[in-house]
C-alpha cells in the first residue's frame, strides 16, 4: 500500500450517495470514519468503495469480519474478477451493515469493517515505490522493525507483525497455494525466530507430508522459548538433518538444517508454516543496516547463492541464500541494502531457513530408521486370502528362501550393537547371507521340478534382510529422520555390500572355463508394485529377472554339441538413484551401478566379455524395438516413488554435442514382420506382435522411417 503519487486515495460513498474521492494516508494505517447518510427503508445500509488499481494487475480483497459473510458469499476473498474495471479505479464494491431505528428517527449502528487490500502477483512495471519480490519468500517475515523485537528490557519475548499480508507460490511435488498470512518473531538473548503461519486459507493444496503416523520419530522441538510456537502445538514438528556442503573439490564442510513434519497421524499441509531463524548477531547485522528510510518497514530478502546442482556430497538436496534488507529510501523509492558481513541460511525444501548457528544450538534425537516407499509397499499390503505380508507371502513360495531369511534376521538380532566385535560380525553375515540368497534363487529358478520359475522370492527376501539390517541398533545415529542413510558410513557401506552379493555385481567369475566364449547378462527387478497406484500391481514378477536366474552358470553349445559360451548375470534393481549416484526424489544424473560393475567388462581387456545383453520386460501385446537410444529419460515413477524429469539427460555428457543418441545396427532382416506366435495369444486375446519402434524426435519436428536423416538414407533402408 505504498503511495505511488495517485494512490493515496479510495472512492467511498453508500447506497444514497454517489462514491467520491478522499484521502486515506496516515502516518500509520489507513483509517477511515464515515458518517453516512441513511435510507429511510429498510433496516440495513451499505457501503460502496472504489479502490485503486493502478499498476496492481491481479488484486485481491480479504476482510476478517465474519459477519459479513452470508448465504450467497461464504468467502471472505474478492478476487481480480470482481474488481477489476478496465480502468485506474475498481469496480463498485458495496459492503451491508445494519441500522437500528424506524422512520425518520434510523441511525448508524457503529460498524467496524477491516479490509485488506494485496497484490496477488509482482508487476515488473510498478512504480519505484512498490517493493519488489524477486522470489516467494522475499519480504515474507513480517520486518525488522516489529515492536520489542529483540528487545531484552521486555519480558513478552514474541513480537506480531500488525499487518497481514497475501502469500502466494508453488515447492516441487506441491500444487499452487496462497493464503493470507500471520506473522512475527520468538526471540531470546542469544537468537530470533521469525516465523509465517496461515491465517484463511484462498485455495487448498491438498498435499500432505508423506512422512506421517505416530511411528515418526518427531526429532526436535526447538529449544528454549521458541518452543512456544502454537504451530508446534498443533501438527507440526521440527528436525534437523546434516549436509556436508561443498566448498571446494575435497573440502567440506557439515551444515546443521532444520525442517519440518507433521506427526502422530496429524495431516499436515507443508505450505501452511514458512520459518527463519538468526542468533541475535546476524539479527543485528540486518537491523542495524543504513541507508532506507526510517518512517516505512523494512524487509528481509533472500538472494540464492547455491551452487548448481545444489547437492551436497552425499547427494543432499539443499539452497543457500544471502539476506539483504528491502525498504525506501529518503525519496521513497525501493532499494536493497546488502549488510556489512554476510547473514547466510540454508533450507532443503524451502520452508525452513535457518543460519549454521541457529540450527546448531538445536539438540536432535536420533530418529530410528523406518521403511523406505519400496520397502513398505510389501510389509503395509496384505495377501487377502493367507492374511500375510506380501513380503512374506512371496518369500514362502521358496521354503529355503524363507529359512534362509530368518536365519539372518535370527543371526543379526543376536550381534551385541555394544560388543567390539559388532561390525566385523555384521559383515561376515552380510557377506555369506546375501550371496546365499542369490544362489538359492537361482537354484530355485532352475530346479528341474518347478514348473513355475519366479524371481520373487529373491526381491522380497533381499528387501525384507535389508530393513532388518537397517533397523540394527549398531547403525543408531547413521541416517537422518528421513531415513536416508549418511554416504560412506558404516551401515550404507554394509547395504552396498548387500547390494553387491545378492545381485552377483561382484561375484561374476567365468574363470571355471577360461576358454569358453564369455556372455553376460542382466535381468530386473519387478517394479511398478504400489498397487494403490494406477497400473500398478503388487503381484508383478520381472520375466527378465527369473530368465536371468534360468541361464545363470548355464553353458551354451555349437552347432557341434561343443560347449561354446559360459552365462554369467547380474540383476539390476529400477532405481534411478542407483544408475546416477544421486538420491534426490526428482533429479540427478552420472555415474552408478553401470560404470561400477559393467565397465570393467568393457574397458579391462583382462575381464572383457565376448556379449553383453540386457533383457528388458515387455509390454502388453508387443515388443518395441528401439531404432535409437538416446541419453534421455522417460520420467516414469521407479522403485523408490522417484522420479526424473522428463527427457533429462541420464548421464553427465563431456562434450554436450556427442552420444545424445545411438543408432541401432540390427538388421532389418532380422525382425519378423509377423506375430512372434500367432497361436499363443496374450491374456487380452491378442498375439504379441515386434513393433517397429522407429519414430525419432529432432528439434521438436517428428521423422518417420525413411526420411532423410543426417544424409544417411542407405542406411535408415537397411536397419530399423
Do not use: C
Not at 556372455?519 to 511398478?528: A, E, N, Q, R, V
Request: charged letters at 20%; aromatic letters at 12%.
Amino acid at each position: 500500500n505504498y503511495d505511488n503519487g495517485s494512490g493515496s486515495n479510495i472512492k467511498i460513498g453508500n447506497s444514497v450517495t454517489s462514491p467520491t474521492e478522499q484521502v486515506y494516508e496516515s502516518n500509520d494505517w489507513p483509517l477511515v470514519i464515515i458518517n453516512t447518510s441513511l435510507t429511510t427503508t429498510g433496516n440495513k445500509n451499505d457501503i460502496k468503495i472504489n479502490l485503486r488499481v493502478n499498476d496492481n494487475t491481479k488484486p485481491i480483497l480479504f476482510f476478517e469480519n465474519t459477519d459479513l459473510l452470508n448465504g450467497s458469499n461464504r468467502s471472505r476473498f474478492i478476487d481480480e474478477t470482481k474488481i477489476l474495471n478496465g480502468a485506474g479505479w475498481s469496480k463498485d464494491l458495496s459492503f451491508i451493515f445494519p441500522n437500528t431505528g424506524t422512520g425518520s428517527a434510523k441511525d448508524n449502528v457503529a460498524y467496524y469493517i477491516n479490509l485488506n487490500y494485496f497484490r496477488q502477483e509482482n508487476n515488473p512495471s510498478s512504480p519505484s515505490t512498490v517493493l519488489k519480490n524477486e522470489n516467494d519468500i522475499d519480504t515474507i517475515f513480517g520486518t525488522l522493525d516489529m515492536r520489542f523485537l529483540g528487545d531484552s528490557n521486555y519480558p513478552f519475548q514474541h513480537s506480531v507483525n500488525s499487518d497481514l499480508f497475501f502469500l502466494k507460490g508453488q515447492f516441487p511435488s506441491l500444487e499452487k497455494f496462497s493464503y493470507v498470512a500471520e506473522s512475527g518473531a520468538y526471540y531470546d538473548s542469544s537468537r530470533v525466530a521469525f516465523y509465517v503461519q496461515m491465517g484463511f486459507p484462498y485455495k487448498n493444496s491438498r498435499r500432505f507430508y508423506q512422512n506421517t503416523g505416530s511411528s515418526v520419530n518427531p526429532g526436535i522441538n526447538l529449544n528454549g522459548n521458541f518452543n512456544k510456537m502454537s504451530f508446534l502445538t498443533k501438527d507440526i514438528g521440527i528436525t534437523k538433518i546434516h549436509i556436508q556442503e561443498v566448498i571446494a573439490p575435497s573440502t567440506y564442510q557439515k551444515v546443521g538444517i532444520l525442517d519440518i513434519f507433521s506427526y502422530n497421524g496429524f495431516p499436515a499441509s507443508e505450505e501452511n508454516v514458512f520459518l527463519l531463524g538468526l542468533n541475535q548477531t546476524e539479527f543485528a547485522t540486518l537491523k542495524n543496516v543504513t541507508g532506507l528510510s526510517d518512517k516505512h518497514p523494512r524487509y528481509i530478502v533472500f538472494e540464492d547463492v547455491s551452487v548448481p546442482p545444489f547437492l551436497d556430497k552425499d547427494g543432499r538436496l539443499f539452497r543457500k541464500y544471502r539476506l539483504k534488507v528491502q525498504g525506501l529510501d529518503s525519496n521513497g523509492d525501493s532499494d536493497i541494502k546488502t549488510p556489512p558481513s554476510d547473514v547466510v541460511v540454508y533450507t532443503t525444501r524451502g520452508f525452513v531457513f535457518a543460519s549454521k548457528d541457529f540450527a546448531q544450538a538445536e539438540t536432535a534425537v536420533n530418529p530410528s530408521y523406518n521403511r523406505n516407499y519400496e520397502e513398505k509397499i510389501g510389509y503395509d499390503n496384505i495377501e487377502s486370502v493367507s492374511g500375510k505380508k506380501y513380503e512374506d507371502f512371496f518369500i514362502e513360495k521358496d521354503n529355503s528362501m524363507k529359512t534362509l531369511v530368518d536365519n539372518f534376521a535370527s543371526a543379526l538380532n543376536n550381534i551385541n550393537a555394544s560388543s567390539a566385535d559388532a561390525f566385523a560380525d555384521i559383515k561376515t553375515l552380510v557377506e555369506t547371507s546375501a550371496k546365499n540368497i542369490f544362489d538359492q534363487a537361482v537354484s530355485f529358478v532352475q530346479a528341474s521340478n518347478n514348473a513355475n520359475p519366479d524371481d520373487r522370492p529373491l526381491y522380497w527376501a533381499r528387501t525384507k534382510m535389508l530393513v532388518a539390517l537397517k533397523q540394527h541398533p549398531y547403525f543408531t545415529g547413521e541416517y537422518d529422520i528421513y531415513s536416508i542413510i549418511n554416504r560412506n558410513s558404516n551401515l550404507d557401506l554394509m547395504v552396498k555390500l548387500f547390494e553387491e552379493k545378492s545381485r552377483n555385481y561382484t561375484e561374476v567369475d567365468f574363470s571355471s572355463h577360461p576358454t569358453l566364449k564369455k556372455i553376460l547378462i542382466t535381468g530386473f527387478d519387478p517394479f511398478f508394485l504400489n498397487k494403490k497406484t494406477q497400473g500398478h500391481n503388487i503381484l508383478q514378477s520381472n520375466p527378465s529377472g527369473a530368465t536371468a536366474l534360468a541361464l545363470h552358470g548355464k553353458i551354451l553349445k555349437d552347432t557341434g554339441n561343443n560347449d561354446y559360451a559360459l552365462i554369467q548375470v547380474m540383476v539390476i534393481p529400477v532405481r534411478y538413484s542407483d544408475f546416477d549416484g544421486n538420491r534426490s526424489s526428482s533429479s540427478g544424473f552420472g555415474n552408478g551401478i553401470i560404470e561400477n560393475y559393467i565397465d570393467s567388462f568393457i574397458s579391462d581387456s583382462a575381464k572383457r566379455v565376448d556379449m553383453i545383453v540386457t533383457i528388458s520386460q515387455s509390454g502388453p501385446e508387443n515388443f518395441n524395438i528401439d531404432r535409437f537410444a538416446t541419453i534421455n529419460r522417460r520420467g516414469t515413477i521407479d522403485n523408490l516413488g522417484a522420479t526424473r524429469q522428463k527427457q533429462s539427460n541420464s548421464v553427465n555428457l563431456i562434450n554436450e554435442n556427442e552420444f545424445k543418441w545411438i543408432q541401432t545396427t540390427l538388421p532389418k532382416a532380422m525382425v519378423p514382420e509377423y506375430p512372434v506366435n500367432p497361436n499363443d495369444p496374450n491374456p487380452n486375446g491378442n498375439s504379441h506382435w515386434i513393433i517397429y519402434a522407429q519414430n525419432y524426435q529432432l528439434l521438436d519436428d517428428v521423422y518417420a522411417f525413411g526420411d532423410k536423416f543426417n544424409s544417411q538414407t542407405d542406411l535408415l533402408e537397411n536397419t530399423i
